[in-house]
């Protein structure tokens, strides 16, 4: 039996209040002002029980995915159907995302994108 539970993913970054609101958006989920500051927000899911969380860092400097460089430490894998995979990515474009790479159809399709502070994250397509 494990010991620790899963809390919540934490991402840095140089505004967490509009960060936040990004993923909020995206996800539909909403965020948690009871454990938000101006140094750390939270957003959480319908249910209460998934969360993700972002904390302030002023002197951030974003992954360069795919370049080893600053690699890219971390990223969000977010599933979609494929019937909703372009309406999705035309609603994380428009709330501030950047594509960087379609998979073109490979074993496993997927979509990378960074989020506005840089972060990169996948749609990722599945049957549901």
Same mark, same amino acid.
């Given at each position: 039996?494990a010991?620790?539970?899963?809390g919540?993913?934490?991402?840095?970054?140089?505004?967490?209040?509009?960060?936040?609101?990004?993923?909020?958006?995206? #996800?539909?989920w909403? @965020?948690d002002?009871? +454990?938000?500051d101006?140094?750390w927000? !939270? =957003?959480?899911d319908?249910?209460? %029980?998934?969360?993700?969380?972002?904390?302030?860092?002023?002197?951030?400097v974003?992954p360069?995915?795919?370049?080893?460089?600053?690699?890219?430490?971390?990223? #969000?894998?977010?599933? @979609?159907?494929?019937? +909703?995979?372009?309406?999705?990515?035309? !609603? =994380?474009?428009?709330?501030?995302? %950047?594509?960087?790479q379609?998979?073109g159809?490979?074993?496993?399709?997927?979509?990378?994108?960074l989020?506005?502070a840089?972060?990169?994250?996948?749609?990722? #397509?599945?049957?549901?």
């Open positions: 039996m010991i620790p539970t899963m919540v993913v934490v991402l840095d970054c140089p505004d967490t209040g509009s960060l936040a609101d990004f993923y909020a958006r995206m #996800l539909g909403k @965020v002002e009871s +454990r938000s101006s140094t927000t !939270e =957003v959480v319908e249910s209460g %029980r998934r969360r993700l969380a972002f904390q302030e860092a002023p002197g951030l974003p360069e995915w795919p370049s080893g460089e600053h690699s890219q430490q971390l990223h #969000l894998d977010l599933d @979609v159907s494929p019937a +909703r995979i372009d309406e999705a990515e035309r !609603e =994380v474009l428009a709330l501030g995302a %950047r594509l960087l379609d998979d159809g490979g074993a496993r399709d997927f979509r990378v994108y989020d506005p840089g972060h990169p994250f996948c749609l990722c #397509l599945v049957d549901r």
